[in-house]
């Protein structure tokens, strides 16, 4: 296995007012982070939001 180098981090869940998951933004903020020289996200609610995905959102989020 190898040893993960360099910062990770946990990006949080953009939602609307509505409470849907605003998956507009999604793109602009990966590449907001990896403008950043993040090496990795460690993704799905790890920011806590998890309990609100729906199945369909959280399996749409990991792609």
């Known amino acids: ?3 993960i ?7 949080f869940t ?7 998951v605003n998956f507009e933004i999604i793109a602009p903020y990966a ?4 403008s950043c020289g993040l090496k990795g996200v460690f993704v ?3 920011s806590g939001e998890g ?4 199945t369909e959102e959280s399996l749409l989020k990991n792609g």
């Open 51 to 54: 309990y609100m995905l729906t």
């Open 44 to 46: 799905n609610g790890s």
């Open 5 to 11: 180098k360099g910062l990770i981090v946990a990006p």
């Open 14 to 20: 953009p939602f609307c007012a509505n409470n849907e």
């Open 1 to 3: 296995m190898e040893k």
């Open 31 to 34: 590449k907001m982070l990896a």
